[in-house]
């Protein structure tokens, strides 16, 4: 009896290699396809059901049909979520990040109305600036 190393030829790790780096491609693709369906808001539940559904039944055929039919809009819909997300980052950070300069001024205006007293506005002021 041979062990089974001994028949594992550089052609076969060669098929090995290309068949995983085929396989990670698929699934790549699927999960691409299966984001995609979920991230368009004009296609109603009934169709992405049926597209989960074909994608599991046929995968490799309505892979293929789902690239010819809705590639296009693959791409529009991943930049739109992008800026969506661009934008939401952005705005949050403007509402967290506020400067130094907006804090002391903020600090200013509460001093001058008698909110806080002048110790107060010393130790918040050092703070800030600390």
Not at 15 to 30: H, R, S
Not at 76 to 89: G, N, V
């Amino acid at each position: 009896m041979t062990p089974v190393f001994a028949e594992f030829t550089f052609g076969h790790a060669l098929l090995t290699v290309i068949e995983i780096f085929f396989f990670v491609i698929w699934v790549w693709m699927f999960i691409t396809i299966v984001m995609d369906l979920f991230r368009d808001h004009e296609l109603s539940g009934g169709w992405k059901a049926l597209w989960c559904l074909f994608l599991i039944v046929i995968p490799f055929l309505s892979a293929l049909v789902y690239l010819i039919f809705r590639g296009n809009g693959m791409r529009e819909r991943a930049i739109s979520q992008q800026r969506e997300i661009q934008q939401a980052t952005n705005a949050y950070i403007r509402d967290v990040a506020a400067s130094p300069a907006d804090e002391l001024t903020k600090l200013s205006d509460l001093h001058t109305s008698g909110v806080i007293s002048d110790d107060e506005f010393q130790k918040l002021k050092a703070k800030v600036l600390s």
